[in-house]
Every structure is written in C-alpha cells, then in structure tokens.
C-alpha cells in the first residue's frame, strides 16, 4: 500500500499516534457510527486497538487510509478498501469525514485520489461503496460526494437496518463505479 498526497491531504497508513484525533473527530462521532453500522468507541483504548489493528492488518495487504489535513496535522478521516476480490477485480470502500469537516471538499480529493489507485496501482475493475441512509443529512452529504467523483446509484436495498434509537427502518444504498468510466 503506497501513501498518497493531494493538495489538501496526505492519505497514509495510520499509526498508533493518531488515536486522539482518530477518538476525538470519528470515533466517538454517534451519526458517523450510524451511518458505517459500527459502534462509538467508549475510550482511546478502544480506539487505540482498532487503529492497531489496522497497523496489524498492513502486513497482510489491508487497505485502510487517515486522511490528515495537512495545514493541520490533523486526522480528519478514514478510507477503507474492504471485502476485495482479487479473482473479480473488486473492492468496497468506507469512509468517514469528521463532521467539523463535512463542508470542506477533501473527501472528494481523497476519494479521488484512492479511487485511481485501485484502478492503476490495485488492478481493480470496479469499486463499491454502501452505506444506510438513516441519517438524512448524512446520506445527502455522502450522496453528492459519490457523485461527484462519479459514482453511480445502483440500488436501494429497502428496510435493510432497524435503527437502535428511533427504531426507524434504515435503507442500504449502493453505489459504483467502474474503471471505464475514470478512463
């Protein structure tokens, strides 16, 4: 896995040192736990296990990404490749932007910026991303991200999710894109 860098953004490997901001901006973040089906982290322990998991995980090829602003130093987000598929040429991707920068366009850079990477670099065919759209700020939020860097809607996977809180039905949204379609 290589780092990678846009103008805003250096998009690295994580390492243990990045647990507070990791903690403070996404952990611990309840609409962005929502939205990703993962739970809040009750303390930096946790946080501090997850991310060395995923320094574990860099020897066996995972695929996970901080997103730190550079003007800041700061930990601002996440991208995960998951569920790859050598043998199909496919891979999910997650991601998370840290509320307090949800306005900004770094997501779309570092999406990007991955995105390619797993074209050229990863040899994949086509990325997916899903999420539950029980959030509805969110969902838009997150909707016009894909778009934006070319994604498609391809489904709605209806009443897929209860929400633990307002015991709501959540719908899974699927979105793609191919490696044609950034050619």
Do not use: P
């Not at 366009?105 to 539950?132: G, H, P, Q, R």
């Not at 994604?151 to 209806?158: G, I, P, S, T, V």
């Amino acid at each position: 896995m290589k780092d990678l860098e846009t103008k805003n953004l250096r998009i690295r490997k994580f390492k243990i040192e990045d647990a507070k901001d990791v903690y403070e901006n996404l952990a611990t973040e309840k609409k962005l736990a929502d939205s990703l089906d993962y739970n809040v982290h009750r303390n930096i322990e946790e946080t501090k296990r997850v991310i060395f998991s995923y320094i574990k995980e860099y020897e066996t090829g995972e695929l996970v990404w901080a997103l730190e602003e550079k003007e800041t130093n700061t930990v601002i987000g996440i991208i995960n490749a998951q569920e790859m598929s050598r043998k199909n040429k496919c891979c999910r991707i997650k991601f998370a932007m840290a509320l307090k920068w949800k306005e900004s366009t770094y997501m779309e850079e570092a999406l990007k910026k991955v995105i390619n990477y797993l074209f050229n670099i990863e040899d994949f065919n086509i990325v997916i991303s899903n999420f539950y759209d029980g959030n509805k700020e969110l969902t838009q939020k997150k909707e016009s991200i894909l778009q934006n860097v070319g994604m498609r809607k391809e489904a709605c996977l209806r009443n897929r999710k209860i929400n633990e809180i307002s015991g709501e039905s959540e719908n899974r949204l699927i979105y793609s894109i191919t490696k044609e379609e950034i050619a």
